[in-house]
């Protein structure tokens, strides 16, 4: 069965602060990685990462894929309150009857203090 | 104009009850999902449709029974509902299947 465990589970940081959240996975058919990030209601896409090594970036949010080490972290710099989130990572498997499903980690709680 | 919509919002009802959310999309995706998020905020899919046919139905009691009377809409009903369906649900849709629009969220609370 597909696996996606992310750490650390919380972290509270003061606004300013670099944080790193790190997601490792395990999967029999690795087809991409998502990251979303939940505020109080539905989590909203941030990145989709398929290959490794290539840095994908948005403002102060970036991440990376190492497909060898099997994980993905998710780079948020200058933090700022309103990065406090549930930040979720997501595997999407290319083959079987798990194809089309998305296996969601835990999240990681951030919480940025002014 | 909402993407993905819910209703309702919130639901608080008593053990052995039958309940339904609703869900529609007005993306004009293909794939419908219902997910449920628990206290450890675990995401996990319980099922999708695809063009009104079912695709994906995990392992989920047969007392949760989703509908999908045309592509944008997936409605989910729960009999005899228990403590344990206590729960934030989630529909999403998708025309990529890797990427999700999530709806609001039901906050369900079963007393």
């Known amino acids: 069965e597909d696996k996606v465990v992310q750490s650390p589970l919380s972290l509270v940081v003061h606004e300013g602060d670099t944080v790193t959240l790190n997601c490792s996975y395990e999967?029999?058919?690795?087809?991409?990685l998502l990251w979303y990030k939940q505020e109080k209601k539905a989590p909203t896409f941030l990145f989709m990462l398929t290959s490794s090594g290539i840095e994908k970036k948005s403002g102060r949010l970036s991440s990376i894929l190492d497909k060898k080490e099997l994980f993905s972290i998710l780079n948020i710099t200058a933090t700022q309150t309103g990065d406090s989130a549930i930040y979720l990572c997501?595997?999407?498997?290319?083959?079987?009857?798990?194809?089309?499903?998305?296996?969601f980690g835990q999240g990681t709680i951030l919480t940025v203090h002014p | 104009d909402t993407a993905v919509s819910q209703t309702p919002k919130y639901l608080v009802t008593q053990m052995g009850n039958d309940k339904s959310i609703k869900c529609e999309q007005n993306?004009?995706?293909?794939?419908m999902y219902w997910y449920k998020q628990d206290s450890k905020k675990f995401l996990k899919i319980m099922f999708s449709?695809?063009?009104?046919?079912?695709?994906i139905n995990e392992t989920v009691p047969n007392r949760f029974s989703p509908k999908s009377p045309d592509k944008a809409h997936l409605n989910l009903h729960i009999n005899s509902l228990e403590l344990g369906d206590s729960a934030v649900y989630f529909c999403a849709s998708s025309q990529d299947d890797r990427f999700r629009y999530f709806g609001p969220g039901t906050r369900l609370t079963v007393t």
């Open positions: 993306l004009g995706h293909d794939t």
């Open positions: 997501a595997l999407a498997n290319a083959g079987g009857t798990s194809y089309g499903k998305l296996t």
């Open positions: 449709y695809n063009n009104k046919e079912l695709i």
């Open positions: 999967v029999t058919n690795f087809r991409s």
